[in-house]
């Protein structure tokens, strides 16, 4: 694949992206520009289809694509500012930091919550759900919402977001799915899910540069959010009216991360889509992890919850080994790897997503083979 | 000057901007990489600068520099929501949209606010200012923050916001001037002018491209403002610790478009700094005000609040004119102008920034007199 001399980056995003990609930044549209709306338009069908909902006349399909300026953390701000009423209340199903994040940010919003939290290594399932909804129904029915992650980045684990959404439904509550990670790269279908809103960013998975995220959100669930807002900036349903009335959003937008976006989605496709891009991650983290294993390294999760998307290795137990040496060593080599987030174990993470494919993923192999004998470490292979 | 075949941006942005400037959005840095370390502090040291700051050690200095992911409205929205403790108040200086868009932003987040409104073509003085904060020492003495707008995009009037901070300080209140379409392109010194807090866009004066906008912020000032924050993504205090701590933005950055601007701050600084495109721009505007009047354009604001960004220009009264037309003739011609904002008068405006000069001012001018020839508009000229 042709690239710049940049380092190849390893990592949950920003990633290694498409020279063509990047190129069609080589642009000025002015954001009130017919072009630029067309683009802002494609952009948000093309999102639609990459979730399984059929494009058809405005105001006719389910589901919206709002995109919202900033990184992936504000559109799951935009989410809960915007979408949860004043008395409402959020169960948030955390085994991650980025559920955390979702608790953290009700917490500051004001917004009531309610965690089950499970440890990082175990995927969440629905059975303390169901007995969380059916006690909350039994009393005051306070909880409104209930939100989890798909691809929780802390470890790569994956919860099965729609097992989970045929209980939330049953119990009638509005359901949101933070798959910052995993949206089009792991096939989804929003609707039949049952998932009311879905985030996901531009510098993830469908492998555009960060300046923005998006909300996919459920058109019978937004309409009822009028007056919700706790914010301007990231008002969810002024954002939609704004696009729905002119085709521009209110506030100046990332004119050339579009442009960029626009290209990433026209080069999914060309890939196959979801399914193609699912088999070309799958492939880069099932070699990752048979060499990684090969070199004496251990994957921190059990292979049945391991996602495509990244990969937590424990630290080797050899006393030769420094973290910090080994990151620096394999960026010197031009191999960009990321720390670990796992809260009770030495992990460091691995990505296999991005514009990577075989050829880097047994790039890295081979220099972290060399950094591990520059670092005096060998490892007793499993 | 080197450009692609997009058409020319008479907007107050996103600009036409160079094309080495886009190029160096060609690379893939990864966000906790040195070399993106190295560019976020070079681009912070850069627009501390501008500012008139001098950079020392770190902590020495007096004030600092904050990026924020989104447009120039997060970063506004960033400053209320982050420095304004609970029982604040703002009073804010208005005489046009942007003053009142900063009143609808405290509105929203439920702060205290009073304004002072004047009309749109009258530059704000500080005689009204005085006489409000003297009764509010003299009463409960509730208003913590006064704010002012720059240059009123609305009509791109500009305010005296050295003198309105004089009053301000001596009155000890916090400071915040929105000086999105002004900073870069007119010389203020922030520390002369008492200014706590300050907010600019990349894609303004500096000439980046959209994606993030940045605060300058009185040490001083921000330290004190510890638990003030009413959300996550907008954190004022915890972005600057965050860079502070290890040089990174707590959620993902917008690698590229900060690449972009480092380019644009090192291009600024080759044309002279603030001075250098202050003279620019200075000509460019008076170029396009000499050249419309010829075609019997008239400006809406007296020349002595004029500023140099952009201009608002009355409708002609003849009975051919009809905006949309005229927007799309200079449209198709390769030249974008701008809708009006000013509420009781109708008007179009164009701008003076971005990579453009006196070439393309003048071409825009014959592009004015073709397309009125087209449209059958014989205009007197005054």
Redesign the interface.
């Given at each position: 694949m042709q690239r710049?001399n940049?380092?190849i980056?390893f990592?949950p995003?920003?990633?290694?992206?498409s020279?063509t990609v990047?190129?069609a930044?080589?642009?000025?549209?002015?954001?009130?520009?017919?072009e630029f709306i067309r683009t802002v338009q494609e952009v948000r069908d093309g999102l639609l289809e990459i979730a399984g909902v059929t494009v058809t006349d405005k105001g006719k399909q389910r589901y919206d694509a709002i995109p919202v300026?900033?990184?992936?953390?504000?559109a799951i701000?935009a989410v809960l500012?915007s979408t949860i009423p004043r008395d409402g209340k959020i169960l948030v199903l955390v085994n991650g930091a980025y559920g955390k994040?979702i608790l953290?940010?009700a917490s500051?919003?004001g917004i009531e919550h309610q965690a089950i939290v499970v440890p990082e290594n175990e995927a969440l399932d629905t059975r303390a759900l169901e007995a969380v909804l059916l006690k909350d129904d039994q009393a005051a029915k306070k909880i409104t919402h209930v939100a989890v992650v798909h691809c929780e980045t802390t470890t790569g684990i994956m919860n099965p977001v729609e097992e989970i959404g045929r209980v939330v439904k049953r119990f009638a509550r509005v359901y949101f799915v933070d798959a910052m990670s995993s949206f089009g790269a792991v096939p989804l279908n929003i609707e039949k899910a049952g998932i009311d809103y879905l985030v996901s960013?531009a510098?993830k998975c469908i492998e555009g540069?960060?300046?923005f995220a998006f909300v996919l959100a459920s058109r019978d669930a937004i309409i009822r959010t009028e007056g919700y807002?706790?914010?301007?900036?990231?008002?969810l349903l002024a954002q939609l009216n704004g696009l729905e009335n002119n085709g521009q959003?209110r506030?100046?937008?990332?004119?050339?991360?579009l442009l960029?976006f626009r290209q990433a989605l026209r080069e999914l496709e060309e890939e196959g889509g979801v399914a193609g891009r699912n088999k070309r991650y799958t492939f880069n983290q099932t070699t990752l992890v048979q060499g990684m294993r090969e070199l004496g390294f251990k994957e921190y999760l059990k292979p049945s919850d391991q996602g495509v998307i990244i990969t937590s290795f424990c630290f080797p137990t050899h006393t030769n080994f420094a973290f910090n040496m080994f990151y620096e060593k394999l960026?010197e080599k031009g191999y960009?790897i990321?720390?670990g987030k796992v809260s009770n174990a030495d992990c460091f993470r691995i990505g296999s997503i991005g514009r990577i494919d075989q050829a880097e993923i047994k790039a890295l192999l081979r220099a972290v083979k060399e950094t591990l004998a520059e670092m005096n470490i060998t490892l007793t292979t499993h």
């Open positions: 710049a940049d380092k980056l990592t995003g920003p990633l290694t992206t020279h990047k190129q930044m080589l642009r000025d549209l002015g954001s009130r520009d017919f300026q900033g990184s992936g953390t504000f701000e500012s994040r953290e940010i500051t919003l960013s510098n540069v960060p300046g807002a706790r914010s301007v900036s990231l008002n959003f506030f100046t937008p990332p004119t050339h991360a960029a960026s960009v990321y720390p």
